[in-house]
Every structure is written in structure tokens, then in C-alpha cells.
């Protein structure tokens, strides 16, 4: 997989104990790369990345991404050859109750990992995962592309288009003509086994309907690229992938959405849900006047991704519902297999399902 590029190499993720950082770690583990972890915390309870003792198979370290000291350390001390940055805050609801702690992490914690980079002495090459809320947000029905205007009305949004600003000025200040190669990724919204995240579609739903519970939904016609967590991922690797044998593609940003240019609202996720889940049921709470803004319609063009590096999605929309269902059943009332064997089992039927559809990114 990805050309065999990450067996033996250096990893480092940041987030790593996050939903999307569990899954990245296992995969990289699968594909041979020696992975050290670095989080603040462990961001839920459950949490996939304790269910799965992912502690016991990478190098876990705590540290606060902001501590530009701590990080620039880690880094000369281990000397990567590839970096995935996805610490973040990443809940919009959160950011308007802690804007400020939104900000640090997203846009401080993003300058802080970049300017630790400018002191290693090596070749390296460092994906830095955004947001496809770093857009500013017209809820236009095309698709956003690269090259359109960032920045957004809420903390989290706003947080990541500060971000994007740091990867830019960092890029063109101290990374033209050094042995540090970094990318951009833009990812939708990302479901799957192993969210326990507040305040999300997926989990909010798992967690209720697993004590026979109605869930509430808060806008249940917003619409938004839904997409497999191994989705994004497969993107972010290739992206890696593609920076470490070319200068070409240094410094530019892509999005990476799903297969269906269909628009899905969440309440067509839920009843796609219950489809595997059955007698479980959910009430539309959009009547209420309380809630924080959140956009309606959001979607990506991802077409530079087809362009530049050849990745397309892999999955359907039912079959990215039917995998997560699939693996929060097995959690919940199978238990057929381990929460780790389910995991990799999943990352296997994906890349099969990649290798049998001739993706470039499968070879």
C-alpha cells in the first residue's frame, strides 16, 4: 500500500489518541512505520484508543502541543521523516464555549509545531490536517475549492483558518528551500467505529440507541460531505507519499471528500443508520432557538486531489454507514472480536475494496 513508502520509516502523529489519530496509528502500524504519539489527553470516555491498548504498540508520550520547547525537542530527539499534525480541538459547539482555548490549539498549536520543524536538520515531510470548515462558509451549493477565501464565523472555524495563515507564512519564510516539505489537507465530515466525541451525529445516536434511548438531533437538514474515516486518511497518506518522492506538490493544499456528489442531510445518515440498527429512533430538536450557529450546507471539490495525485474515494455512502454500524455493533452487542482485531479488520476490507476498484494510492 502507498508504494511501500512508510515500512521502517519514523512517524510521528500529533492527536494521535483522537478518533482520527487511533485509526491513522493503526494503519501506519499495519503499513510497518515505527509510530511515537504524541496528545494533550485522551479526549473521550470510552475511547478507542484505550479499548484498543494502542499504548502498548507505538510510542506514547502527553505533552501540550503548544509548548514549542516540548515540541521541538520531541522532534530532535526522534527525527521523523514523516509528520501527521491533527491535534486540535475539533468540535464547533466547544469552540463557542472555550474560544479561546479553541484558538490556542488550533492556530497556536499548528505555529508551534511548524516553527519547532525549522530546527531539524533532515529531511521530513509534514501533513498538516485542517478543515473543510476553514472555508469561509457562503452555503453556496458547488463545491469549495482550494483556492477559495478562508476563514469562518465561528471559534473553530475561525481557528482554522488562523492555522491555514501559519502553514502559509511558515512555508514561504522558512520552508523554501529546506528539506521540510509540507501539505495541506481539507476533510470533510468523517464517521466511523470508534467516535465517542460530544455533541456529533454518529456517536450521539450510538451512545443513545445502545440503552434503547430516542436520540435528539439538532439539525437534522443540514447537509455535509459525509465520509469514512479511512477516507481522509488514505488521502493524507498518499499526500505524504507523494511529497516524499516530489518537490513539486510543497506548500499546496487539497481536499479530500467523498465518493457521492449527492447531498446527504443528517437526518438521511440516521435513517441509513437504522437501517443496521433496528428499533431505535430519533426526535428533530431544530425548533429550538438556543442552539449555537452551525452551517447548513457544506460541501468539496476534489478535483486538485484527482489531478495532482491521483486519489479518489473508495466507499459508497451506504457502505461507509454500514462499517461504522458494523463496528460500534461488534463494540456494544457482539463482541465477536476485540476492539483492535475489529479495527484492523476494517483497514483490510477497505484496502481490498481500494486494490479491487484500481485506486493508484492501492498499488
Not at 520547547?69 to 530532535?76: K, P, S
Not at 521523516?81 to 491533527?86: E, R
Not at 437538514?221 to 518522492?245: F, I
Amino acid at each position: 500500500m502507498f508504494a511501500n513508502i512508510f515500512k521502517n520509516k519514523t512517524v510521528l502523529i500529533t492527536g494521535h489518541t483522537g478518533f482520527k489519530g487511533t485509526w491513522l496509528s493503526f494503519w501506519l502500524k499495519k503499513l510497518g512505520a515505527n509510530v511515537i504519539g504524541v496528545s494533550k489527553d485522551i479526549p473521550s470516555s470510552p475511547s478507542h484508543f484505550k479499548e484498543s491498548n494502542l499504548d502498548e504498540y507505538l510510542s506514547d508520550h502527553r505533552m501540550n502541543i503548544c509548548n514549542n520547547e516540548d515540541v521541538r525537542n520531541l522532534l530532535l530527539k526522534n527525527k521523523p521523516d514523516f509528520i501527521f499534525h491533527l491535534a486540535a480541538q475539533a468540535l464547533v459547539q466547544e469552540s463557542y464555549q472555550n474560544p479561546m482555548e479553541t484558538i490556542k490549539t488550533n492556530a497556536l498549536g499548528t505555529a508551534s509545531l511548524l516553527d519547532a520543524l525549522r530546527y531539524v536538520k533532515k529531511p521530513t515531510v509534514a501533513v498538516m490536517i485542517t478543515s473543510d470548515k476553514a472555508y469561509d462558509n457562503v452555503e453556496w451549493v458547488w463545491g469549495y475549492r482550494e483556492t477559495d477565501k478562508l476563514g469562518g464565523a465561528d471559534p473553530y472555524s475561525a481557528s482554522k483558518g488562523m492555522a491555514e495563515f501559519a502553514i502559509r507564512t511558515y512555508v514561504e519564510s522558512f520552508f523554501l528551500n529546506q528539506d521540510i516539505k509540507i501539505g495541506i489537507a481539507r476533510a470533510g465530515n468523517v464517521i466511523g467505529g470508534g467516535d465517542w466525541a460530544k455533541n456529533r451525529i454518529v456517536p450521539d445516536c450510538i451512545k443513545s440507541w445502545a440503552v434503547n434511548e430516542i436520540v435528539e438531533i439538532r439539525s437534522p437538514d443540514a447537509t455535509r460531505p459525509w465520509q469514512h474515516v479511512l477516507e481522509p486518511l488514505s488521502g493524507y497518506l498518499w499526500l505524504a507519499a507523494n511529497l516524499y518522492k516530489t518537490d513539486k506538490l510543497h506548500g499546496e493544499a487539497y481536499n479530500f471528500g467523498p465518493i457521492s456528489t449527492q447531498d446527504y442531510s443528517v437526518s438521511d445518515l440516521i435513517n441509513e443508520m437504522k437501517k443496521s440498527w433496528e428499533n431505535v429512533q430519533w426526535s428533530d430538536q431544530s425548533t429550538i432557538n438556543d442552539l449555537p450557529k452551525e452551517a447548513g450546507l457544506l460541501k468539496l471539490n476534489c478535483d486538485k486531489a484527482l489531478s495532482d495525485l491521483n486519489w479518489k474515494p473508495t466507499l459508497s455512502f451506504e457502505e461507509t454507514v454500514n462499517l461504522t454500524v458494523e463496528w460500534y455493533k461488534n463494540f456494544y452487542t457482539n463482541k465477536k472480536i476485540s476492539v483492535s482485531e475489529m479495527t484492523n479488520a476494517q483497514i483490510s476490507t477497505y484496502e481490498n475494496l481500494a486494490i479491487e476498484r484500481g485506486l493508484s494510492w492501492s498499488n
